[in-house]
């Protein structure tokens, strides 16, 4: 049986690790791929990285679209050849209802993998472009609101708070408890 999987909610440690590269692409990532994508279009997202399930491990999943036609598993992605600047708003499954501008490269191109290893090289510019940036952030341990503008983190920072003491009480530390 495989455990459940959900999405992980800031500040949970997990979305700050550097993830490893895939290096088995079998039965059990294709798996991991395909749940990936059920809990992005429950929480009615674009796309999803590993860490944000807790696993540490260097692969996302998007549909820029929401459609099915348009769903892509990127596996050991890599950016290179970023050109021009661009802000537009951006929120996080991780960290909710936190949506700011974020400034991003306009035109970007990937180098990955597909779930079967195959290789794929893709240039994009725009909204696809902006997601593979935002997913390749976070098997970086680096999230929307580490990017996003002084006002807008001024702006957020008591929610951030609120979610910061929701963690907290979530996972109590020995230390905390005994302070009760
Ligand atoms: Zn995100």
Redesign the pocket.
Known sequence: MAEELKIVIYPDPRLRKISKDVEKFDDELADLARRMFILMREAK?V???AP?VGKNIRLFVMSHTGLEADDRVYVNPVLTDAEGDESAE??????PDIKADIPRSKTVKMTARDLAGNQIVETQAGYIARVWQ??V??LNGV??IDRMGALAKLAHRKALKALEDKYAADHPTPASKARK
């Open positions: 997202g796309g999803l990285a944000q951006e929120g996080c499954l991780s960290i935002h997913e952030d976070h999230l929307h």
